[in-house]
């Protein structure tokens, strides 16, 4: 990815993580004032889609997290394939630092929760704060990072990529069950017609839009995770250009959707899942282990993880700290890591599933957990850019 693309590509974020912590905050507003009935109905009012023979009914809520996040997901394995193939993740001098700090921003979140959690139910809930949200993460780095090198903003970006390839891992593994056959068998057809559209160089769009809408249609059925059918649907999508001098089809797909999918679905997504009232918590829910797992796992566990293994990784000479940041810079960095407000809420939904009283504590936890990351690592990395300023452009001695 060239370095150009890669700053609009931050600015885009940087402006959606606004737009997306405005929308989180209405739904909190909203589920806690006179309209909270309205807002309650809106969310879970039942919505039948029919097409042919596939007929299904869901509330708006589920219709945003298995419809429309199935585009998300696609954005993002199109942006995880452009990085592996073009991009930092291309390098593998560069690759080793955002996987390793990715894989202990995972590791550490879970050792947290278990820890509080050690008789945790077989609900996978230790996933829920290992994921970081990109676009918020992103937008908290813009507040902050005048005068702060531009390497911290292109680890935080791969770094990211990175985790939201395993966060798909793991809502693959732990989250597909009651698998239907049949249906897996016609995703696999639609997943190979996709594969030999990709060949054809000139390809309508249109059934590039077709393939996807049947792709996503036979996992919806199958049990698996629709996630998953955004991911391999971007996996088929060919990086070169359709004709000499013009930009990449899947560079194409990717700025194309990104707008709707930063500015329209997570904004929407955040409005229909973040909502919790606060009449339905007590004391013994705020500090029941659950919450405090999440909390935990994504303030502490999120930044000891990463820190932790960049530390080693560079000390080992694995990878390479980012270009003229100091220790304190990576730091403040990799407590932003710990905001994981999207991803972590559709994990939410998929551990703890049509548990309402549990949910309400969860979307709480969720909350603060990238509210105390968010706040903490902009104050870190606010005080580093002051020693800076103050010490000149070099490192900072012990930092």
């Known amino acids: 990815m060239t370095q150009p693309s890669t700053l609009e590509f931050l600015k885009t974020e940087a402006a959606a993580g606004a737009v997306l912590a405005g929308a989180a905050l209405v739904a909190i507003l909203a589920a806690n004032s006179p309209w909270a009935g309205a807002y309650n109905s809106f969310i879970h009012a039942p919505f039948t889609v029919q097409l042919g023979a596939f007929s299904e009914t869901y509330s708006v809520t589920d219709w945003v997290k298995e419809g429309l996040m199935a585009v998300f997901f696609f954005v993002v394995g199109m942006e995880i394939k452009l990085e592996v193939l073009r991009g930092e993740l291309a390098n593998p001098r560069k690759l080793a630092l955002p996987v390793l700090a990715a894989l202990g921003g995972m590791v550490g979140p879970a050792a947290i929760y278990l820890l509080i959690n050690p008789a945790?139910?077989?609900?996978?809930?230790?996933?829920?704060?290992?994921?970081?949200?990109?676009?918020?993460?992103?937008?908290?780095?813009?507040?902050v990072s005048r005068g702060l090198p531009g390497s911290l903003r292109i680890f935080l970006l791969t770094m990211a990529v990175a985790d939201d390839l395993g966060s798909i891992l793991l809502i693959a593994v732990l989250f597909t069950h009651d698998l239907r056959l049949w249906e897996l068998a016609g995703a696999a057809l639609a997943l190979a017609g996709m594969a030999l559209l990709g060949q054809w160089r000139r390809a309508p769009y249109l059934l590039y839009a077709v393939g996807f809408v049947i792709l996503w249609g036979f996992i919806l059925k199958s049990g698996v995770s629709t996630s998953l059918a955004g991911v391999a649907a971007a996996?088929?999508?060919?990086?070169?250009?359709?004709?000499?001098?013009?930009?990449?089809?899947?560079?194409?797909?990717?700025?194309?959707?990104?707008?709707?999918v930063a500015f329209g679905v997570l904004?929407?997504?955040?409005?229909?899942?973040?909502?919790?009232?606060?009449?339905?918590?007590?004391?013994?829910?705020?500090?029941?282990?659950?919450?405090?797992?999440?909390?935990?796992?994504?303030?502490?566990?999120?930044?000891?993880?990463?820190?932790?293994?960049?530390a080693v990784a560079i000390r080992l000479g694995l990878g390479r700290k980012p270009t003229a940041a100091t220790w304190l810079e990576l730091y403040g960095v990799c407590i932003l890591c710990g905001v994981g407000f999207t991803m972590?809420?559709?994990?939410?939904?998929?551990?703890f599933p049509g548990e309402a009283g549990a949910q309400a504590g969860?979307?709480?936890?969720?909350?603060?957990?990238?509210?105390?990351?968010?706040?903490?690592?902009?104050?870190?990395?606010?005080?580093?850019?002051?020693?800076?300023?103050?010490?000149?452009?070099?490192?900072?001695?012990?930092?």
């Open 267 to 310: 904004p929407l997504f955040a409005f229909v899942s973040a909502g919790f009232s606060f009449a339905d918590l007590s004391w013994s829910d705020l500090v029941a282990p659950v919450p405090l797992g999440i909390i935990g796992g994504m303030f502490l566990g999120k930044q000891l993880g990463v820190f932790g293994a960049a």
């Open 235 to 260: 996996m088929t999508v060919p990086i070169t250009a359709r004709r000499h001098g013009q930009e990449g089809v899947l560079k194409n797909f990717m700025d194309s959707l990104h707008p709707y």
């Open 362 to 399: 969860v979307r709480m936890a969720i909350t603060a957990g990238s509210v105390l990351s968010a706040l903490c690592g902009m104050a870190v990395l606010a005080y580093a850019a002051r020693v800076r300023a103050l010490r000149g452009s070099g490192d900072p001695p012990g930092l």
């Open 344 to 351: 972590s809420l559709y994990i939410a939904a998929l551990a």
């Open 120 to 143: 945790a139910p077989p609900n996978a809930g230790w996933a829920v704060p290992t994921a970081t949200d990109i676009a918020l993460a992103i937008a908290a780095l813009a507040a």
